[in-house]
């Protein structure tokens, strides 16, 4: 079994500040012998800035963040996935992406969000580029994982490719807006997502008092709760047992009772 760190955090709009907490979150993790940890969307700068300078703020996969970063994933031996605000050719607008590190610091792969979140009263896409591509899932320590951000949970087709392609554990590092009826919704789309393609998923929620609700959950593939957290800033744990995910699937072979010739 593999363990991985899920960091319940709350960002500044502060880059450096963050490199500081990811430092302290992540020696955490290494002393509980995680492989993995994950941060949540928007970690690099919390969103929406208060200077209204978010945007401004970007840099590109090869600026001082990601470089900073890369040093922690080699110090610390530890896979590391975050999110920033990428910058693209657009100075009014940014990518908002997750980034992957291996555990010798080096960028392995990244998403950029494809679903933007305009609902609920906010318009993501006024400040942010569309991705135009889905994450293709890759090998870790914790098994094939697979990537989606926040509001891309609401579109199940997105977790169903992941798993088509081989992921075996999905993850939503998120910024999961307070409201009534949010966890609700939170709780339930992920554990769909584990139970209808047999996989785990994890959630990773930001945490702040004005925006985002924090209380990351995440599932095992028969739907069995992993870890919970509170309103606060936290670090929780998953253990994924990847013999769990191929004896539930030769159980219930969904993929290979899946109706094939009626999908395009």
């Known amino acids: 079994m593999d363990k991985i760190a899920v960091a319940q955090t709350t960002s500044s709009g502060n880059w450096r500040e963050n490199i ?15 492989v993995m940890i994950i941060f949540p969307e928007y970690f690099m700068n919390y969103y929406p800035d208060a200077e209204h300078n978010y945007t401004k703020k970007a840099q590109s996969l090869h600026g001082e963040f990601v470089q900073a970063m890369k040093m922690l994933a080699k110090e610390f ?3 590391i996935i975050f999110g920033m605000n990428e910058q693209t050719v657009d100075e009014t607008k940014n990518y908002n992406t997750m980034v992957i590190l291996n555990d010798l610091g080096e960028l392995v792969s990244d998403y950029k969000k494809t679903h933007l979140f305009n609902a609920y009263k906010w318009n993501e896409s006024m400040n942010t580029l569309k991705g ?13 994982i697979g990537l989606g951000i926040c509001y891309d ?9 992941e798993a088509l ?61 992993l870890y919970l957290g509170e309103e606060k800033e ?28 009626l999908y395009d």
């Open 165 to 225: 392609s081989g992921a075996q554990v999905m993850l939503y590092p998120a910024a999961w807006v307070k409201g009534e009826g949010k966890f609700m919704q939170w709780e339930t789309l992920l554990r769909a997502r584990a139970i209808e393609n047999e996989m785990y998923v994890l959630g990773c929620c930001h945490y702040s008092k004005e925006h985002y609700m924090g209380r990351s959950t995440g599932f095992a593939p028969d739907g069995t709760r």
């Open 77 to 79: 031996k530890m896979w």
């Open 132 to 144: 135009d591509c889905l994450f293709t899932p890759i090998k870790t320590p914790a098994g094939v």
């Open 234 to 261: 936290e670090l929780l744990y998953a253990q994924i047992d990847k013999e769990q995910i191929q004896n539930i699937r030769t159980a219930n072979p969904v993929f290979e009772n899946r109706r094939r010739d």
């Open 20 to 34: 500081e907490k990811a430092k302290q979150y992540i020696k955490k993790a290494t002393e509980e012998e995680a």
């Open 153 to 161: 949970l609401r579109f199940p087709e997105l977790a169903r490719y």
